[in-house]
């Protein structure tokens, strides 16, 4: 018959050692059980005195006693008992391990210590393939000295652990097989504090409570990355067990002087091995912080901190990846200016709790890029203002009241219908100014001076390269068409885009269906020449194929036509 203690296995490393509960112990098994985070982590009597732990001893005391390989160890360091640890059998080769400290042996390695003996004990010596561990949600300590030692992260168990208020919360459940590294699987990753003139970059804490109610786009685009006061608690245990499971690391931008809380940024979709070195990009501003350029701020010194080198404290990534909703317009902006290009659309995605469906964009920033370079930024639209026209940027405000009716004219000289939907309007807005974004483009409403009613579109496209040149494209609702307003749009244009003050280039061209000759007249008025054609080169909106005439105007020779 086994004997009690003889019948305990002593494990040891020489500084922590497993042994066999004593009567000496019971003092601070007291100790532990009235402490409020033992009491918050594990369920026990109370009250708890000295009866309750001789009733812990006699139990203990029994187990092993019946011939038991499997029950609890008393944890020792400096001669003093420090926790106890234990094995419960759940199935053939199968069984939980458990463990607690005294509250002055925490934050010191001890239970990790004792977790790794009782490990190699369970795999090496008893034979099992395989331990579980489970822990109330919100055991950060717990939960450590399992990844520590290896233990997965399987899930959440919901509304199982009791608390000691009453509470309920989940509970934390992993494993560990006999062959599975005995190290941790992933990083427990940390944000590190990245400081800035306007904005820090650092942890979020349970003080950080939004004082701003989420508006419309928080709501629409963030899919709960943004937090409400109502669910910030969860909201911010959440965040940390997905960067406890390597997942996402994720900053609170603060105000640099005040350390309010302004948004967040966080690296997300990093515990994928297919995915090593990359991770996904997601961020966020309260409406106050709009604008200001905070966000930019912040991206500056994510993007610095995931490109430098694991050994120089840096996350070592080599690409950054985003999406953004291709009505998100502040989203393209902020990427755009940040150096991230733009890879295509999904169509289809994202899909919304209303039931409507949009398109997205996708970005990449690698490390290799160079990020100055691709940094690209809306031009702006200076009005502009002839005799009967005020050419200016499209608003919201200029969305047509009905759908545009066929046009036979239009078909036969576009490649594309370029009018605005009326129900559509808002999308087709977004993806003008998302593609305005590349910086090579700049378009204009021309409208009338005296009603401000739009009367059709001009812009010059191809803009940013070294040429210093541009092509110029332009279109007219129907009723606006034989009175030469294209011509006094376009005067205007020209004088634009070859004044110092303008876009300063040196050649404009222009490209036009030959049977056109509204158009072909438009540039000639302009003081455009024709310089070439190609021969059925051109498909129209209606199905026609026709040649291709093209047009050039050079600086100086618009500026000779000005001098008198």
């Not at 950080?208 to 709960?224: A, Q, V």
């Given at each position: 018959?086994?004997?009690?203690?003889?019948?305990?296995p002593?494990?040891?490393?020489?500084?922590v050692?497993?042994r066999a509960h004593?009567?000496?112990?019971?003092a601070?098994?007291?100790?532990?059980?009235n402490?409020?985070r033992?009491?918050a982590?594990v369920?026990?009597?109370?009250?708890?005195?000295m009866?309750?732990?001789?009733?812990?001893?006699?139990?203990v005391?029994i187990?092993w006693?019946s011939?038991?390989?499997?029950?609890?160890w008393?944890?020792?360091?400096?001669?003093?008992?420090?926790g106890s640890?234990?094995l419960?059998?759940?199935?053939?080769?199968?069984?939980?391990?458990?463990?607690?400290?005294?509250?002055?042996?925490?934050?010191?390695?001890?239970?990790?210590a004792a977790?790794?003996l009782?490990?190699?004990?369970a795999?090496d010596t008893?034979?099992?393939?395989?331990?579980?561990?489970?822990?109330?949600?919100?055991?950060?300590?717990?939960?450590?000295v399992?990844?520590?030692v290896?233990?997965?992260?399987?899930g959440?168990?919901?509304a199982?652990?009791?608390?000691?208020?009453g509470s309920?919360?989940?509970?934390w459940?992993?494993?560990?097989?006999?062959?599975?590294?005995?190290?941790?699987?992933?990083p427990w990753?940390?944000?590190?504090?990245?400081?800035g003139?306007?904005v820090?970059?650092r942890?979020w804490?349970?003080a950080?409570?939004p004082d701003?109610?989420?508006d419309?786009?928080?709501?629409?685009?963030?899919f709960?990355?943004?937090?409400?006061?109502?669910?910030?608690?969860?909201?911010?245990?959440?965040?940390r067990?997905?960067?406890a499971?390597?997942?996402?690391?994720?900053w609170?931008?603060?105000?640099?002087?005040t350390?309010?809380?302004?948004?967040?940024i966080?690296?997300?979709?990093?515990?994928l091995?297919?995915l090593?070195?990359?991770a996904?990009?997601?961020?966020?501003l309260?409406?106050?912080?709009?604008g200001?350029g905070?966000?930019?701020?912040?991206?500056?010194?994510?993007?610095?901190h995931a490109?430098t080198?694991?050994?120089?404290?840096?996350?070592?990534?080599r690409?950054?990846?985003a999406?953004?909703d291709?009505?998100?317009l502040?989203?393209?902006?902020?990427l755009?200016?940040?150096?991230?290009?733009?890879?295509g659309?999904?169509?289809?995605l994202?899909?919304y709790?209303?039931g409507?469906v949009?398109?997205?964009t996708e970005?990449?920033?690698?490390?290799t890029?160079d990020?100055?370079?691709q940094?690209?930024?809306?031009l702006?639209?200076?009005t502009?203002?002839?005799?009967r026209?005020?050419l200016?940027?499209?608003g919201?405000?200029?969305?047509?009241?009905?759908?545009p009716?066929p046009?036979?004219?239009?078909a036969?000289a576009?490649?594309?219908?370029p009018?605005?939907?009326?129900?559509?309007?808002?999308?087709?807005?977004?993806?003008?100014r998302?593609d305005?974004l590349?910086?090579?483009?700049?378009?204009?409403?021309?409208?009338?001076?005296?009603?401000?009613?739009?009367l059709g579109?001009?812009?010059?496209r191809?803009l940013?390269?070294?040429?210093?040149?541009?092509?110029?494209?332009?279109?007219l609702?129907?009723?606006?068409?034989?009175?030469?307003?294209?011509?006094e749009?376009?005067?205007?244009v020209?004088a634009?885009?070859?004044?110092?003050?303008?876009l300063?280039?040196?050649?404009?061209?222009?490209?036009?269906?030959?049977?056109?000759?509204?158009?072909m007249?438009?540039l000639?008025?302009?003081?455009f020449?024709?310089?070439g054609?190609?021969?059925r080169?051109?498909?129209?909106a209606?199905?026609?194929?026709?040649?291709?005439?093209?047009?050039e105007?050079?600086?100086?020779?618009?500026h000779?036509?000005?001098?008198?």
């Amino acid at each position: 018959m086994a004997v009690f203690p003889d019948a305990v296995p002593v494990l040891t490393d020489g500084t922590v050692t497993l042994r066999a509960h004593r009567e000496s112990d019971l003092a601070r098994i007291v100790e532990f059980a009235n402490d409020p985070r033992s009491r918050a982590g594990v369920s026990l009597p109370s009250p708890y005195g000295m009866e309750q732990a001789r009733d812990f001893l006699d139990k203990v005391r029994i187990t092993w006693e019946s011939g038991a390989t499997e029950a609890a160890w008393a944890i020792e360091v400096d001669g003093r008992f420090a926790g106890s640890i234990n094995l419960h059998p759940r199935a053939t080769g199968t069984s939980e391990i458990g463990y607690s400290a005294h509250p002055d042996a925490r934050g010191r390695g001890v239970v990790t210590a004792a977790a790794r003996l009782l490990v190699d004990h369970a795999f090496d010596t008893l034979g099992l393939k395989t331990l579980v561990w489970r822990a109330a949600r919100g055991n950060w300590a717990s939960r450590r000295v399992a990844w520590t030692v290896g233990f997965t992260h399987d899930g959440t168990w919901p509304a199982t652990h009791p608390g000691p208020d009453g509470s309920v919360t989940g509970t934390w459940l992993g494993h560990l097989h006999a062959h599975d590294p005995r190290e941790p699987r992933l990083p427990w990753r940390e944000p590190v504090v990245l400081e800035g003139a306007a904005v820090r970059l650092r942890p979020w804490t349970a003080a950080d409570l939004p004082d701003e109610p989420l508006d419309e786009g928080l709501s629409r685009f963030m899919f709960g990355t943004a937090p409400s006061a109502d669910d910030f608690d969860e909201w911010l245990l959440g965040r940390r067990e997905r960067m406890a499971d390597g997942e996402a690391i994720v900053w609170c931008i603060a105000d640099a002087a005040t350390d309010r809380a302004l948004g967040g940024i966080q690296l997300f979709r990093m515990n994928l091995p297919m995915l090593r070195g990359s991770a996904q990009l997601a961020y966020w501003l309260q409406p106050s912080a709009r604008g200001h350029g905070h966000l930019a701020a912040a991206l500056d010194l994510m993007v610095a901190h995931a490109f430098t080198p694991v050994e120089d404290g840096g996350q070592g990534l080599r690409r950054i990846g985003a999406n953004a909703d291709v009505a998100n317009l502040p989203s393209h902006k902020a990427l755009r200016a940040g150096g991230f290009r733009t890879l295509g659309t999904t169509t289809g995605l994202p899909a919304y709790a209303d039931g409507s469906v949009s398109d997205e964009t996708e970005f990449e920033l690698l490390a290799t890029d160079d990020r100055d370079a691709q940094r690209s930024r809306r031009l702006p639209v200076p009005t502009l203002r002839t005799e009967r026209l005020v050419l200016r940027d499209w608003g919201p405000e200029d969305a047509p009241s009905e759908e545009p009716k066929p046009d036979a004219v239009a078909a036969a000289a576009m490649g594309i219908e370029p009018r605005p939907p009326a129900a559509g309007y808002a999308d087709w807005l977004a993806s003008e100014r998302c593609d305005e974004l590349d910086g090579d483009s700049l378009g204009w409403c021309i409208t009338d001076a005296e009603t401000g009613r739009p009367l059709g579109s001009i812009g010059v496209r191809s803009l940013g390269t070294p040429l210093r040149s541009g092509t110029v494209g332009y279109w007219l609702y129907a009723g606006a068409r034989g009175r030469g307003l294209a011509a006094e749009a376009l005067k205007a244009v020209v004088a634009h885009a070859f004044s110092p003050d303008g876009l300063d280039l040196v050649r404009l061209d222009a490209a036009t269906v030959d049977g056109n000759h509204a158009s072909m007249l438009t540039l000639a008025a302009a003081g455009f020449r024709l310089f070439g054609q190609d021969h059925r080169s051109f498909v129209a909106a209606d199905g026609s194929i026709t040649d291709t005439a093209y047009f050039e105007l050079l600086a100086e020779e618009h500026h000779g036509r000005e001098t008198p």
